[in-house]
């Protein structure tokens, strides 16, 4: 596996699919630029998530995080954006991303996304 930045996650099997877990991850280094101004911003990304048939393998994870370092994002698109993928990738039963954004002109920012899976019966 690639020790560069990625915008791709890898998927591997839920060793236990039919039972239902949650799995917590945090990644408190996350950095992406201001669109505005082109200096970076910080924070943590905090994932909740109860696994469908894939689990999210960690280290793809960091490399697809760290894909964002050089790129100009909104607290908002980003956060959205990396739920997207994570929905994409891992087919989760339920997902919550939590970016929390430090300080930065007296003002801290926090974005909560949900994505729960459509259930049949």
């Known amino acids: ?25 945090e990644a408190p280094e996350f950095t992406t630029l201001c669109p505005k101004t082109g200096q970076p911003d910080f924070g943590t990304i905090t ?4 696994p469908g048939p894939y ?30 993928d994570f929905v994409r990738f891992a087919q989760p039963r339920y997902l919550e991303v939590i970016g929390k954004f430090n300080v930065r002109g007296g003002i801290s920012t926090t974005v909560k996304v949900e994505y729960q899976a459509d259930v049949k019966q």
Do not use: C, Q
């Open 47 to 50: 994932f909740r998530y109860r």
């Open 55 to 84: 689990i999210i393998e960690l280290k793809s994870l960091k490399l697809y995080l760290w894909s964002y370092r050089e790129e100009g994002h909104f607290h908002e698109e980003v956060t959205n954006r990396i739920a997207d």
């Open 1 to 25: 596996m690639s020790t560069k930045p990625s915008a791709t996650l890898d998927p591997i099997p839920n060793p236990y699919p039919e039972r239902d877990y949650e799995i917590y991850i």
